[in-house]
Structures are given as structure tokens and as C-alpha cells.
């Protein structure tokens, strides 16, 4: 069966630096892919989309990759503060790859140090 | 604007009884979606309906009932709730099925003793 990978130990990094953060997701192949932001307490908030025939997608200091081949989605945070410190979610379709219902990471925890 | 909201937030009841989540949202949105969340397994789908008196099952609806008589409204029934049902309850609407984004609500935290 399809399965998303995320990285499950939380990413502690300093604040102004890149954080990279991988979803992986084996068994079948998306035709897009979210990615959400979760604060402790609160529901997921959308952050960007990408479709599998665009590489790259940016929104002011997000950028998020696409890589078919390797299966692989990438999301960065570029000059991170403090304020970026939250659990991100990568959310491709369920299969058969655009009925549109989302199948959810666990999350990577992302911590920003000052 | 009030948006997606949720009632309660915070439950407890006990092994057995019924317990009813309410999801209302205010855009008018076509399909909305109940998750529950756990450590360790991220959010997984329960139920989800594409517009009113039109439902289907999740990932995991077992020991869930949904209905939706209006567009706005989504409430989800634990008919005899179990500890296994203990977590956190998300409600989420998009306009659309297949690239829409989903707007979530604030969540309930329910724990069943």
C-alpha cells in the first residue's frame, strides 16, 4: 500500500539558516503534493502546493521541490526565525493519484533557535 | 469572519456512551472532512462528504456514524465511544476534491475513560 514518509525526529536548527525538511512516498505516484503547517494546539494550515510536472515552487521564504523520480519532496525554509518553529506535513492525494482525498504525514517538528 | 469552527473543544466521557462532534463552516464549501489524530500515526481520515446527504468512508470510520443534512454542518457521532477513540478530532472543508486546500478547524481533544 502507498506510504509517506517523513522524517519523525524533530529538526533543531539556528535561527537565519536553511531548514530542509524530506517527504518521502513509496507505491505509487502523485500528481501533486501539499504541504501544511500545524502549532501545537491548533488544526493544519496550507502552505503551498506543487504539481508532479512543476520541479520547483516558491512563496517569499518557502520553497518547496518535487523530484518524481526519486519520490521525493523537499521543503525548505530559507533565513528561518523563531516564529518557523512548528510541525510541517506533507500531503499528497490517496491513490489512484487525483481523487483528491489527502493522505497525511506524521510530521517533522521544526525547532528555531535564536 | 467565522470560518471552520468546532464544538466542543475539550470532551471526556466515558466507555460506552454516545458523543456527537459538531463542524460547521461558513463558506459554503462542497466537501468536508473529519480526521482524528494520534502520536504516532499522523492524521488519518474517518469520514469525508462531498455535499449534503453525500457521504463515504474513511481510512479508519469504524465506531464513527457522519451526517450531512446541510452544507454547512458535518457533525460525527462516536455511537458507543471506546478508549481506542481517545485523540484529537480535526474537521476540515475544501470548495473541491482534487487540488483544493483544506481549511481545518481548531480541533477537539476528546478522551473517553
Known amino acids: 500500500s502507498q506510504k509517506i514518509e517523513q522524517n519523525s525526529e524533530a529538526l533543531n536548527i539556528q535561527e537565519g539558516k536553511t531548514a530542509t525538511l524530506t517527504c518521502n512516498y513509496t507505491n505509487y505516484s502523485p500528481a501533486y503534493l501539499q504541504w501544511y503547517r500545524q502549532d501545537p494546539g491548533r488544526g493544519p494550515v496550507f502552505l503551498l502546493l506543487?504539481?508532479?510536472?512543476?520541479k520547483e515552487k516558491r512563496k517569499e521564504r518557502l520553497k518547496v521541490t518535487f523530484d518524481t523520480t526519486l519520490k521525493q519532496s523537499l521543503f525548505h525554509i530559507t533565513a528561518s526565525q523563531p516564529a518557523d518553529s512548528a510541525t510541517y506535513l506533507c500531503a499528497p492525494p490517496a491513490p489512484p493519484g487525483n481523487t483528491g482525498k489527502l493522505i497525511f504525514g506524521q510530521g517533522t517538528t521544526l525547532q528555531v533557535k535564536p | 469572519d467565522a470560518g471552520i469552527t468546532q464544538s466542543p473543544r475539550y470532551k471526556i466521557t466515558e466507555t460506552g456512551r454516545q458523543v456527537t462532534l459538531m463542524c460547521h463552516q461558513t463558506w459554503s464549501h462542497s466537501y468536508m472532512f473529519w480526521y482524528r489524530q494520534d502520536l504516532g500515526h499522523g492524521l488519518r481520515l474517518i469520514y469525508y462528504?462531498?455535499?449534503?446527504?453525500?457521504?463515504d468512508k474513511g481510512e479508519v470510520p469504524d465506531g464513527y456514524v457522519v451526517s450531512r443534512s446541510k452544507t454547512e454542518n458535518f457533525p460525527l457521532t462516536l455511537e458507543s465511544a471506546t478508549r481506542s477513540q481517545t485523540s484529537v478530532y480535526f474537521c476540515?472543508?475544501?470548495?473541491?476534491?482534487?487540488?483544493?486546500?483544506?481549511?481545518f478547524g481548531p480541533g477537539t481533544r476528546l478522551t473517553v475513560l
Open positions: 506543487i504539481r508532479e510536472n512543476e
Open positions: 462528504s462531498a455535499a449534503a446527504d453525500i457521504t
Open positions: 476540515a472543508s475544501s470548495r473541491g476534491l482534487a487540488t483544493d486546500t483544506q481549511y
